[in-house]
């Protein structure tokens, strides 16, 4: 595993709702990231808690990512160290329920 995916796997891990993203919570700076926070939000989840990594500021986490999870685009949201997906998934999960049940542990 190299250093940023060593990295990628550390908050993955250790925190329980990531967030990588371009931008963070407060400054979003691409549409779809915005959306992200947004569904979160929806979600009754504190901006506060929600741990994000801007990809924009370190290109190995930005690469890294995109091959740890497998999936090619930002943002991608990962709930208690298991990948949820993009805001095109999470948005469909939100209509659903299903997202609000995997955040609060009721899935």
């Known amino acids: ?5 060593t990295r990628i ?16 919570a407060s400054f979003p700076m691409c549409g779809f990231s ?3 926070i947004q569904i979160l939000k929806a979600c009754g989840v504190e901006p506060k808690t929600i741990q994000t990594v801007n ?8 690469q890294g990512i995109k091959e740890y999870s497998n999936w ?3 943002p991608q949201l990962y709930v ?7 805001s095109d998934i999470m948005m ?4 659903s329920g299903e997202l609000q049940q995997v955040i609060t542990g009721q899935a």
């Not at 796997?9 to 993203?21: A, G, P």
């Not at 469909?92 to 209509?95: I, L, N, S």
């Open 34 to 36: 915005g959306r992200a």
């Open 55 to 62: 990809v924009l500021e370190d290109d190995g986490i930005r």
């Open 92 to 95: 469909e999960m939100y209509e």
């Open 72 to 74: 090619p685009t930002i």
């Open 1 to 5: 595993m190299s250093d940023a995916q």
């Open 9 to 24: 796997d550390q908050l993955v891990k250790s925190n329980d709702i990531v967030l990588f993203m371009k931008g963070n």
């Open 80 to 86: 208690k160290g298991e990948f949820i997906g993009g």
